[in-house]
């Protein structure tokens, strides 16, 4: 029987007297990689925000492996077994690559060891002395990703990871979600990139006005094409 990492059921969302999210309702099995996909400003970011407790108000359902989490704080969000990653990737430049990674708390058991990390993000290990201000933009995006490996986190949220990134640096990003799928991981991109998310996913959650308008699993992007244009632009 399938274990559901991530039940989201009406969640809406606020941002001061800003109402996001509308009722935003998707599921993610255990192991499983689904995308949230749309338009800059459709509510994307804001439901991984919201999920982890990072907005000013929310109400609704979020059941991370069966713990009803709306009322509580980010910290214990995190004890559940998730990592984000924010868009801005949070680098702290003044310390070195290696410095970056001792830094998150162990949340649960079984996190990435050093080796590990450095076996799936060779340049880090190059890297590992220097700071995070002489990294490339790459680079940083890799180390955001390794930190949250580090802390024992099974479901990993991941914000816009080929945001800006040379095609090389995707295409190795795109290695790293299939590995760490393949190793157990549940994951949920927030993407703009379809042509990076489409071999990856399970399904895909088209985000609008801060609702979720249609869902295409992974057999249905040839008869769905047009679809995805329309709401996406692509």
Known sequence: MSVMALEVKNLQSWYGESHILHGINFTVEDGEVVTLL??????????????????????????????????LP????????????????????????????????????????????????????????????????GEQQMLAIARILRTGAKLLLLDEITEGLAPVIIQKLGEVVAKLKNSGFTIVLVEQNFHFAAPLADRHYIVEHGKIVEVVKRDELATKTALLNEYLGV
């Open 38 to 71: 749309g338009r800059n400003g459709a509510g994307r970011s804001t439901t991984l925000k919201s999920i982890l407790g990072l907005t000013d108000r929310r109400s609704g359902i979020i059941n991370i492996y069966g713990s009803n989490a709306i009322n």
């Open 74 to 137: 980010s910290h214990k969000i995190a004890h559940l077994g998730v990592g984000f990653c924010p868009e801005e990737r949070g680098i702290f430049a003044s310390l070195s690559a290696e410095e970056n990674l001792f830094l998150p708390p162990e949340i649960a058991i079984g996190g990435m060891s050093l080796d590990e990390i450095y076996e799936m993000f060779p340049n880090l290990y190059e890297r590992r002395h220097s700071p995070g201000s002489r990294l490339s933009g």
